[in-house]
């Protein structure tokens, strides 16, 4: 069964730690993308990739970066956690190309920020 | 501000009924799609509706798209309580580059048994 892959459902951080998410795909997906939902929000496009090594801002992409050294992996960084970054995080694969057809979405890791 | 906005934000039926959500958007698109999203969880892709198609059928789902209005309903048919979630319209915008897509904000749906 295909799907992507969301390192931990829930974590909690102090504040000023640096915070790894990590999110794996294997169905060879061109495109992968972190989110963060928030109530009354939705759901907000923090970066995004489309190739290995390659990264795109998204709407919200301050004091967050990504690495994507290997096809299959998408990482999102906190450099310095902060209680406003308390979120759901949700990571999303999708084929590729010049129309989407569709995400595949992880289970969501809810992170915590005291 | 968001591209899609779902409409009611809210919405509580009987079992058996039939649940409407409306999303309307701001700019021109490649498709809009549907996804599901259960308490706590992912989402999940139900649906897709092209910009050329006014309407969709998979199932127990009826997707309506009105490119003038830029506006598109999901239907669902004879509700169960498993459908319980919260329902999100995406659009894939025609500036977009294909690569990713705009969200709203969801409509709740609960269905009681």
Not at chain 1, 73 to 100: H, K, P, W
Not at chain 2, 25 to 43: A, E, P
Not at chain 2, 93 to 100: D, F, I, P, V
Request: glycine residues 10%.
């Amino acid at each position: 069964d295909v799907k992507v892959t969301q390192s931990s459902r829930y974590l909690v951080k102090r504040t000023g730690e640096k915070v790894f998410l990590e999110c794996v795909q294997d169905m060879d997906h061109e495109n992968m993308f972190w989110y963060r939902q928030d109530p009354g929000l939705g759901l907000r496009l923090i970066y995004f990739s489309y190739d290995v090594k390659m990264k795109e801002k998204g709407d919200i992409p301050e004091g967050y970066s990504v690495s994507r050294e290997k096809k299959e992996r998408f990482s999102l960084i906190l450099e310095s956690a902060s209680t406003n970054q308390t979120s759901m995080y949700l990571c999303a694969s999708s084929l590729g190309g010049g129309v989407n057809y569709g995400y595949t979405f992880g289970s969501g890791t809810r992170l915590t920020v005291v | 501000s968001q591209q899609g906005e779902e409409d009611p934000q809210a919405l509580s039926i009987q079992e058996g009924e039939n649940a409407t959500m409306n999303c309307s958007y701001k700019t021109s698109i490649n498709n809009l799609q549907w996804y599901r999203q259960n308490s706590g969880r992912g989402l999940v892709h139900l649906i897709l509706i092209r910009s050329n198609e006014r309407e969709k059928h998979s199932g127990r789902l009826r997707v309506t798209l009105d490119t003038s209005k830029k506006s598109s309903s999901l239907l669902i048919t004879a509700s169960r309580a498993a459908d319980t979630a919260s329902y999100f319209c995406a659009t894939d915008l025609l500036t977009g580059g294909g690569n990713k897509l705009t969200f709203g904000t969801g409509t709740q749906l609960k269905v009681e048994l």
